[in-house]
T-cell receptor
């Protein structure tokens, strides 16, 4: 039973399109995150939600909009996709926020052509 | 700001060799420290963690000790296997945002 699941696993789309990535966790955690992994495998946080409230927004272009309908779901919508958005996007969750470990999904490889 | 620095890879070892991957950090306060592993095509899995100075995290034969005096959290394993081939990430979490700050990752390749 997958703890943090993302869909789709692969996403290939053209520049200018709008796309969404969905994430669900069944761990009962109250905090969820989106991380971006670039082509050099460097990981950086994008957003964090705690109980549906936005906690972290790390200077991400406003073409990226997270949405948390409930504490078990955190979706990422991207408008007007650009070539530079190509990356692997990871969803993660944690119980609490005070120096705790996060549990990651399998990632969504986004390729913009 | 807080940061994590890992040794550059790739690291190539023969099976049963001893592994060390160096990790140092800069942080205000008292962070928790983690090692995550990413197997090809997969997400990140927590390998081990330590939450305070002198704690030793261990799992699957891997160990790391939280050294406050040297601000380090080096990963070690006494005898690596081909199945340990992966990318290893050192990370810290400080404050109360839950944010993880990652090192750049170290690719380990173990040859039979």
């Amino acid at each position: 039973d997958t703890a943090v699941s993302q869909t789709p696993k692969y996403l290939v789309t053209q520049m200018g399109n709008d796309k969404s990535i969905k994430c669900e966790q069944n761990l009962g955690h109250d905090t969820m995150y989106w991380y971006k992994q670039d082509s050099k495998k460097f990981l950086k946080i994008m957003f964090s939600y705690n109980n549906k409230e936005l906690i972290i927004n790390e200077t991400v272009p406003n073409r990226f909009s997270p949405k948390s309908p409930d504490k078990a779901h955190l979706n990422l919508h991207i408008n007007s996709l650009e070539l530079g958005d190509s990356a692997v996007y990871f969803c993660a969750s944690s119980q609490g926020r005070d120096r705790v470990e996060a549990f990651f999904g399998q990632g969504t490889r986004l390729t913009v052509v | 700001g807080d940061s994590v620095t890992q040794m550059e890879g790739p690291v190539t070892l023969s099976e049963e060799a001893f592994l060390t991957i160096n990790c140092t950090y800069t942080a205000t306060g008292y962070p928790s420290l983690f090692w995550y592993v990413q197997y090809p095509g997969e997400g990140l899995q927590l390998l081990l963690k330590a939450t305070k100075a002198d704690d030793k995290g261990s799992n699957k034969g891997f160990e790391a000790t939280y050294r406050k005096e040297t601000t380090s959290f080096h990963l070690e394993k006494g005898s690596v296997q081909v199945s340990d081939s992966a990318v290893y990430f050192c990370a810290l979490s400080s404050g109360n945002t839950g944010k993880l700050i990652f090192g750049q990752g170290t690719t380990l390749q173990v040859k039979p």
